[in-house]
């Protein structure tokens, strides 16, 4: 058999296996929710939000203060940045965590102590 021959049969089952795997795998996402997270920003900020969130002291009287909103710093757990070379990812028990994203249009950084039964939001800076 020729290559040509044998290389068009090659690319006829991969595109078949390719479309076969898309829809699968798009249906598989769709029913479950689940998500792939291989890069280290999306592993860290699926792990924040799959614990239970509790705020400082400063924090809290921002809350209290309605000059911010539990939904604008979730926003940070689902579409922030983190800064790994200004966070402590190292620390024991709780490691340390800057996250920089938006509030209300403005470029805020959020820090953040991840332990391993909570998350607890340390600071807002809003620039």
């Known amino acids: 058999m020729a290559f040509i021959k044998r290389l068009g ?5 991969l595109s ?17 929710g689940t998500s792939f997270c291989y ?14 969130i509790s705020y400082s002291e400063d924090i809290n009287e921002l809350l209290a203060s309605n000059k911010l909103d539990t939904l604008d710093i979730n926003s940070f757990f689902t579409d ?6 200004n966070s402590d990812t190292k620390a024991v028990p709780c490691r340390t965590y800057v996250i920089e994203g938006t509030i209300k249009e403005k470029e805020a950084i959020l820090k953040v102590k991840n332990c391993p039964s909570k998350v607890v939001v340390e600071q807002i800076i809003l620039y």
Not at 27 to 32: D, Q, V
Not at 39 to 52: E, G, I, M, Q, T
């Open 39 to 52: 890069f280290p920003n999306c592993r860290v900020l699926k792990d924040l939000r799959s614990k239970p």
């Open 9 to 13: 049969f090659f690319l006829v089952g």
């Open 80 to 85: 922030g940045d983190i800064d790994f070379g």
């Open 16 to 32: 078949i296996g390719i479309v076969f795997l898309t829809f699968f795998f798009k249906k598989k996402t769709e029913e479950t």
